[in-house]
């Protein structure tokens, strides 16, 4: 089943429900129309949200290794396996996952220790 394409035409804003709010979006972006949604209230003693106090030098941001992600079905070809094994390895604990949503994704060094703790040596 397909869907119909959205046209480029920009889209008008819709009515809230009773009982919700509505936000304002600024036309330009970037510009701002006074605190962002979800600012929590200042507290007494604690600096405004950007701005951190005297004398305090900005942390250097921590180098993370990037991590690739594999559907179950990636996992399964890589694997040579059927898909409903790789959900039983998931939800048995033998193989690490992530959910997202409804479905999983599974960390590439996660299948490569799998396969490499699963080798047994035939005699």
């Known amino acids: 089943m397909t869907f119909p394409q959205r046209s480029a035409a920009a889209t008008l804003p819709r009515q809230a ?3 919700q709010r509505t936000v304002l979006r600024p ?3 970037g510009a701002r ?3 962002p949604v979800g600012m929590r209230p ?3 003693g604690m600096a405004p949200l ?7 030098r900005p942390q250097a941001p921590v ?3 990037v991590v690739t992600f594999l559907t179950v079905a990636e ?3 890589i694997m040579r396996v059927s898909k409903m094994t790789v959900y039983r390895l998931v939800h048995g604990g033998e193989l690490s996952a992530v959910r997202v ?3 999983f994704r599974v960390p590439e060094p996660a299948v490569r220790e799998y396969l490499s703790e699963a080798r047994t040596d035939v005699a």
């Open 17 to 19: 429900a009773p009982g």
């Open 27 to 29: 036309a330009v972006p």
């Open 33 to 35: 129309l006074g605190a």
């Open 42 to 44: 200042q507290q007494p």
């Open 50 to 56: 950007g701005q951190r106090p005297m004398g305090q």
């Open 63 to 65: 180098q993370r290794p």
């Open 75 to 77: 996992v399964a070809a």
């Open 101 to 103: 949503g409804r479905s």
